[in-house]
């Protein structure tokens, strides 16, 4: 049985810094596409940040870019998500997603039904 757990996330203020990380039981998360995707009330789901199971490929939105980082540490089988200088539109609850699908742009632009999620971890930013 797969079971997807995110942590680390938290209270921080605006320009500070958190490191997400995703666990994954019952599964290699190096032979799926892994994705980040955050969602607030209201809202709907964005995906944040995806890397591609086969080259590493990596998306990001463009809210994004520039402050946060997707990796993989294979000997942890663990999903990283840093994200920098954080700003109060990043407050979400951020969840982690895994898939057999090649490409990162279709895990996070598409319409694909994912095949395993987290239960997510909330972001906070205070201003």
């Known amino acids: 049985q797969v079971k997807v757990v995110e942590s680390g996330g938290g209270l921080v203020q605006a320009g500070g810094s958190l490191r997400l990380s995703c666990t994954a039981s019952g599964l290699t998360l190096g032979g799926y596409t892994m994705a980040w995707f955050r969602q607030t009330p209201g809202k709907e789901r964005e995906g944040v940040s995806c890397?591609?199971?086969?080259?590493?490929?990596?998306y990001y939105a463009d809210s994004v870019k520039g402050r946060f980082t997707i990796s993989r540490d294979h000997a942890k089988n663990t999903l990283y998500l840093q994200m920098n200088s954080l700003k109060p539109e990043d407050t979400a609850m951020y969840y982690c997603?895994?898939?057999?699908?090649?490409?990162?742009?279709?895990?996070?632009?598409?319409?694909?039904?994912?095949?395993?999620w987290g239960q997510g971890t909330q972001v906070t930013v205070s201003s």
């Open positions: 997603a895994a898939d057999l699908a090649l490409s990162e742009y279709d895990v996070c632009r598409g319409a694909r039904r994912l095949m395993y």
């Open positions: 890397i591609s199971r086969r080259l590493g490929s990596t």
